[in-house]
């Protein structure tokens, strides 16, 4: 299964540099702390709609393949960011197979729950840079972070009804 806006995340095209942007939508798009967060602070509930999950080969992150460890199998998670019902953002989440060991194991396990809400909580958690990507109207962005120093590949794509238009 797939959705729309997921083929539109993996059409991002990145900026090589932070563009010169609104204030507010630099402050969206460079947030260092949960996005997930960040939502349920505009009083909404939010909840996750799960799209894809599983082991995947490299023919399939052929896009993200370049900003990971080159291994044989990689976790492919991707996810509908809903506000009270409403799709907001689209995610998509690669982990090396190699990343998947002791507390990290756990993001095999997430199902419903908002990657954010593990991520935010491990004191592990550091990142590597953030890429401001855009497709069409639509803002998105690319993180490299890593969990006890191993990688994981996050996108986001703002959705049209997403606070941060």
Not at 31 to 49: C, Y
Not at 86 to 100: D, I
Not at 109 to 123: A, E, H, I, K, W
Not at 133 to 152: D, F, H, I, T, V
Request: hydrophobic letters at 40%.
């Amino acid at each position: 299964m797939t959705h729309p806006a997921l083929t539109q995340l993996r059409e991002l095209r990145y900026y090589d540099a932070i563009p010169s942007l609104d204030p507010q939508l630099l402050d969206w798009l460079l947030l260092e702390d949960s996005m997930t967060k960040r939502f349920e602070q505009q009083g909404k509930t939010i909840t996750v709609t799960m799209i894809r999950e599983g082991f995947v080969t490299c023919d399939a992150i052929v896009e993200e393949q370049a900003l990971l460890p080159d291994e044989p199998r990689y976790w492919l998670r991707e996810i509908l960011l809903c506000a009270d019902g409403e799709p907001w953002l689209a995610g998509r989440t690669v982990v090396p197979e190699s990343t998947l060991t002791g507390p990290e194991l756990a993001l095999q396990q997430l199902g419903n729950v908002p990657l954010g809400r593990y991520l935010f909580t491990s004191s592990s958690l550091t990142r590597d840079f953030i890429e401001i990507g855009r497709y069409a109207e639509l803002w998105g962005r690319r993180s490299r972070l890593r969990l006890s120093g191993k990688p994981l590949l996050l996108t986001e794509l703002f959705l049209p009804a997403s606070p941060l238009y």
